[in-house]
């Protein structure tokens, strides 16, 4: 994680070097604003990262001398596809629709929503904690 970190790192530098001169040619409060929470934000995620990388063991990424194969293995599980997305977008739109033309019609939207988001979440659900 200390690439990350470094990579991190240099945008938290990037954007601490761009906020004052922004400030100064534009003298815009909100665009500002944003540069200072983006710089904060990237020192966090770099504190963060950076924290992590002394307490845990090298990976392959972070070793010089690494060969490929030692980052074989088992990376996660990936779904294949799925259907609910499309379902939950569709409650979302019925929703938006239930602003503009009535409440009944929100109504219906957030129990349409509720069902897919429910679905969607417990997808790959078979049993106690199986996936």
Known sequence: MKAEAWIFGGNAAFFAVVTPTYWFLTDDPTGTAALIMTTLLATLVTLYLGFHANKMDARPEDRSQAEVVEGAGELGFFPPYSWWP???????GVCVLGVVFGWWLFIIGVGAGSIALIGWVFEFYRGEHAH
């Open 86 to 92: 499309l379902w939950c977008a569709s409650a979302l």
